[in-house]
């Protein structure tokens, strides 16, 4: 059973900065992609940055040179830096992964975290 804990959520002034953490429990194998996603009120679920095996990230235009992803892959857990954040920012943030666990090491799956709140709020 895999399962997906984000942190790091919670209230900040425009222009501020935030880190959240994602980190990734259970019968892992191996990740193929460590993702980002938000949803803010009222609209879908829009996919963020994400980072994948070998290192290289790629985010949307609308956060990019603002966010960052990076990944501990030693404790299997993955960031995304915040910075000069926008009331638009304000969303549920959502880490996911693609990745196999051990007993179907051939079989890629999706697994999500439980969201946490980002507010960007004077």
């Known amino acids: 059973q895999v399962q997906l804990v984000e942190s790091g959520g919670g209230l900040v002034q425009p222009g501020g900065s935030l880190q959240l953490s994602c980190s990734a429990s259970?019968?892992?194998?191996?990740?193929?992609?460590m993702d980002w996603y938000r949803q803010a009120p009222g609209k879908e679920r829009e996919w963020v940055g994400n980072?994948?095996?070998?290192?290289?990230?790629n985010y949307d235009g609308s956060v990019k040179g603002r966010f960052t992803v990076s990944a501990d892959n030693a404790k299997n857990t993955w960031y995304l830096q915040m910075g000069s954040l926008e009331p638009d920012d304000t969303a549920v943030y959502y880490c996911?992964?693609?990745?196999?666990?051990?007993?179907?090491?051939?079989?890629?799956?999706?697994?999500w975290g439980q969201g946490t709140q980002v507010t960007v709020s004077s």
């Open positions: 259970g019968n892992i194998y191996s990740f193929t992609t």
């Open positions: 996911s992964a693609i990745l196999a666990t051990t007993d179907a090491v051939r079989l890629l799956r999706k697994y």
């Open positions: 980072i994948v095996t070998g290192g290289a990230t």
